[in-house]
């Protein structure tokens, strides 16, 4: 059975960087798109980040160039590089993988049928 776990998470002051990681458990994992979301407190779960199979990309706009994802297929791993931290970025970091189709234009909703990880936490602040 494949499995998500997520890893990289900390404490980092503002302005700081970490890079996440998701590593994909079993010998092949193709999914249709690989999601980096992020909860924050009292708020809903959000996209942040996306790695469809074709290798393009889409990112919300409150990452503001300073996220990039990649992969790593080798690994059956996924990434968030996350650069110039402020306050607000502090939340639950999650990966989700979708194995079916997905309108591009919907891909920052969590889906209840994805696969998800438990979680990495992480917290800005001064």
């Known amino acids: 059975q494949v499995q998500l776990v997520e890893s990289g998470g900390g404490s980092v002051q503002p302005g700081e960087s970490l890079r996440l990681s998701c590593a994909a458990s079993?010998?092949?994992?193709?999914?249709?798109?690989w999601t980096w979301y992020r909860q924050r407190s009292g708020k809903e779960r959000e996209g942040v980040a996306v790695?469809?199979?074709?290798?393009?990309?889409n990112y919300r706009d409150f990452t503001k160039g300073r996220f990039i994802i990649s992969r790593d297929s080798a690994k059956n791993t996924l990434y968030l590089q996350m650069n110039n931290l402020a306050p607000e970025d502090t939340a639950m970091y999650y990966c989700?993988?979708?194995?079916?189709?997905?309108?591009?234009?919907?891909?920052?909703?969590?889906?209840?049928?994805?696969?998800w990880g438990q979680g990495t936490q992480v917290t800005v602040s001064s």
């Open positions: 079993g010998a092949t994992f193709s999914p249709y798109l």
């Open positions: 989700a993988a979708d194995f079916g189709f997905v309108p591009a234009f919907q891909w920052w909703l969590p889906r209840s049928d994805a696969l």
């Open positions: 790695m469809f199979n074709d290798g393009s990309t």
